[in-house]
């Protein structure tokens, strides 16, 4: 079965720090994989998705940015956290075709101080 | 822009009665339709999916219905539980659009004994 990892479950960190939040996916191949972000009592909004190692697509413009070093892994960065960048980071997957669903980790609270 | 949005923020459903959360759809290239269930601080979860060319699906204690004509999507939940207190979202995906699923705002559902 497929699992996707998600951490660390939650973080603080101050104003202009570095960000790296990681997630991989276990139990299948070449899967798309999506960072979503989740402000408070809000709909889920996607910041980036791949469909490929390497192979990054942004959805909005931010203070964020993504890799994808691996097939099964996606890596959501940021070099200097804004205020504004608080909120709930969710990482998903799903298999590289059309209508289907997305399956999601537990979650990152990120709160920036 | 075009986007799913839902017409009640908050429903308040006494246990053993059937809920309804509806959702409203702007973009006609939308051909999938999921349903998720989000508890505090997690990620959310599949419920039940539709493709746009059927009008009703049921699951376990859950019924989703899609009418085109009016671009609206319901969930219907029997015999509600505590357990189904959540926030509900409906995600669309539109066509050719490798699988991206656009959410709306989500609904607060309460369940009161």
């Known amino acids: 079965s497929q699992t996707i990892h998600q951490w660390p479950a939650t973080l603080v960190q101050p104003v202009g720090s570095p960000l790296s939040l990681e997630c991989t996916v276990e139990?299948?191949?070449?899967?798309?994989l999506y960072w979503y972000r989740q402000a408070a009592g809000r709909g889920l909004q996607l910041l980036f998705y791949?469909?490929?190692?390497?192979?990054i697509s942004s959805e909005v413009p931010q203070n964020l940015s993504a890799s994808r070093p691996q097939d099964r892994q996606f890596i959501l960065s940021s070099k200097k956290l804004l205020l504004s960048d608080s909120g709930f980071y969710l990482c998903?997957?799903?298999?590289?075709?059309?209508?289907?669903?997305?399956?999601f980790g537990q979650g990152t609270r990120l709160t920036v101080v | 822009g075009e986007s799913v949005g839902l017409h009640l923020p908050t429903l308040s459903v006494q246990e053993g009665d059937n809920s309804i959360i509806n959702c409203a759809y702007s973009n006609s290239a939308s051909d999938y339709f999921i349903w998720y269930k989000q508890e505090s601080g997690k990620g959310p979860q599949f419920i039940i999916d539709i493709r746009s060319n059927m009008d009703k699906r049921q699951g376990q204690r859950v019924t989703v219905l899609l009418n085109k004509t009016v671009k609206h999507l319901s969930l219907q939940i029997a015999a509600t539980q505590p357990g189904d207190s959540a926030v509900y979202f409906c995600?669309?995906?539109?066509?050719?659009?490798?699988?991206?699923?656009?959410f709306g705002a989500g609904t607060q559902v309460v369940v009161t004994p």
């Open positions: 791949s469909v490929g190692i390497g192979q």
């Open positions: 139990g299948t191949s070449n899967p798309n």
């Open positions: 995600a669309e995906n539109i066509r050719n659009s490798w699988g991206k699923l656009q």
């Open positions: 998903a997957w799903s298999r590289g075709v059309t209508n289907t669903e997305a399956f």
